[in-house]
């Protein structure tokens, strides 16, 4: 009777060991919004911490709504050109929102403590990271931090991500992220939360959607009879494509233009920070 006893509680214990884990994971799933697969919102550039080193690199990033989970993530590539995606969920957005507007605060009320090392101040949440390095691509769950630390006279809003572990195998091996560390000034930061605005994130999903609903709308069609009443489509939209093409390069220029100055901006904006 026993041993009976034991094996249940065994069990019981392992099942909520799975539920709580399952928790975790679906906790960025919970939304489902759509089937398109991804849909750029905006762009703008943060500083990452090197992966071996202690240096900063300036990093181009996007955002991006992913219509699979209902996440909004940060795109980029890091320093070993793997391409990776922060994504966020409806409470992950407004914790960081929050985050921004205690750091907001604080720095201008000069109670920032000038320390190099990451100060945990301003709250957590659960995310969802994908990286990819060529054909193949891992997933994990990991926790991050908002606080802030000092490079050198200069603060900077940071994003701890801390390191996490795969729950799938590729093939004998249990992928693993070591975590990383996002630089943010103020107005990166407020530029990043103006891309990850509710309603800019609406208006990127009705583009999508509203554009599958118009094709729907033109494939089921079906004459009832020759006095049904309808309305004719309009002709079609002719393309110019030498004006996209020429739209696309002046975004690439501007997108290198911003990284060039990015340094001296980041800099500028930050050295005359003075604790009282």
Known sequence: MKKILAVFVLAAVCLSGVSAKKTIK???????????????????????????????????????????????G???????????????????????????ELYIQDYEAKKLKKSKKFVEAYGAARTKLVWKLLSDSATVHPKVYFGYCFVGKSPYFCIKVRSATSEEKKGDVI???????????????KELLDGMDEGEIQKAYESVVGSSRELAEDTDYEEESEEAEYEEAPSDIVVDKDSRKSKKSKKESQKNENAVEFETAAEAESTDYKEE
């Open 26 to 72: 679906d906790h960025i799933d919970q939304v489902k919004i759509g089937k398109f697969k991804e849909v750029d919102i905006s762009d703008g550039v943060f500083r990452l911490k090197k992966t071996f080193g202690s240096s900063l690199i300036a990093t181009e990033y996007t955002v991006k709504l992913y219509g699979k989970d209902g996440s909004v």
């Open 175 to 189: 992928p693993q992220h070591c975590g990383a560390m996002i630089y943010f000034t103020r107005s990166q930061l």
């Open 74 to 100: 940060i795109y980029y590539k890091n320093d070993l050109a793997s391409k990776e995606s922060l994504r966020f969920d409806k409470d992950g957005r407004d914790a960081l929102r929050k985050a921004y």
